[in-house]
């Protein structure tokens, strides 16, 4: 079975502009992620799919594989997808397994791949997976920056959202505080065709692509991880995980 690892990135970004390149303990963000997920027994090859020539020529400048993809794509997975059947192309191996992996979070642990992929090995009618984790505290729970999703009790999606959700309005204050986390494994056809449904209302409404799954009834299963990871947003969030890195094990693996 052939699993690849792609890592969509942009220059472009409101909150934080050039973010893949913005530097944490010296290396540009886009680098640790590589540099960790470089580390999963679990995928071939991994790659950095960009439409920014900034991004191509650092990849290139640490031996990463890098595909330029076009620089109309607002999803990160149409700009996963292009650069998977441009893989395909180049290699002439078809894909079984492409795990979209987030640049924002340069804290991302290689196990966190292989839990990730676990399920769908193990149950082949599986077509998505997502990672999810608990978080600690309500600022990050009441956080639009941070996706949140609410599951069954087989631990498939039942819902995602920006906003802080179980409610805890209505007097219930202790609730599952649940995140979505930035691994993501889809099976190569499937990526196909969700990129070629339309979008769906809810997906528009909570500015949430896996909405879109939802809403055509599929199923998304979540894996909860132990791993503790945050996404990179703002300048303050940068601030925050590279005082964190500076303790960490795996960094000075690779740094």
Not at 15 to 42: E, F, N, Q, T, W
Not at 88 to 99: C, F, K, Y
Not at 168 to 187: E, H, S, W
Request: hydrophobic content about 45%; overall charge negative.
């Amino acid at each position: 079975m052939t699993t690849i690892g792609i890592i969509p990135a942009r220059m472009a970004s409101s909150r934080l502009p050039g973010k893949p390149l913005a530097k944490i303990l010296g290396m540009p963000m886009i680098g640790h992620v590589y540099h960790r997920c470089k580390m999963s027994r679990a995928l071939s090859e991994v790659y950095i799919a960009t439409c920014d020539e900034e991004i191509r020529a650092y990849a290139e400048s640490i031996g990463a594989g890098c595909i330029m993809t076009a620089d109309t794509h607002e999803r990160a997975t149409d700009r996963t997808a292009e650069a998977m059947l441009k893989i395909e192309a180049d290699t002439g191996v078809r894909t079984d397994i492409v795990v979209m992996i987030q640049g924002d979070e340069p804290m991302v642990f290689p196990e966190m791949i292989d839990q990730a992929i676990a399920p769908m090995r193990a149950e082949p009618e599986l077509e998505v997976v997502n990672l999810m984790a608990a978080m600690d505290d309500i600022e990050e729970f009441e956080d639009p920056n941070e996706v949140k999703v609410v599951v069954d009790l087989k631990n498939n999606a039942l819902y995602f959202s920006r906003e802080a959700v179980p409610s805890r309005k209505k007097g219930v204050t202790r609730v599952p505080m649940l995140k979505q986390v930035c691994i993501m494994p889809f099976r190569r056809d499937f990526l196909l065709r969700f990129n070629a449904l339309p979008q769906t209302p809810l997906e528009i409404i909570e500015s949430v692509d896996m909405m879109r799954v939802l809403e055509n009834g599929v199923t998304v299963r979540m894996v909860p991880t132990p791993c503790k990871t945050w996404s990179v947003d703002t300048p303050e969030d940068r601030a925050f995980v590279e005082a964190k890195m500076k303790d960490d094990a795996l960094y000075a693996s690779y740094a």
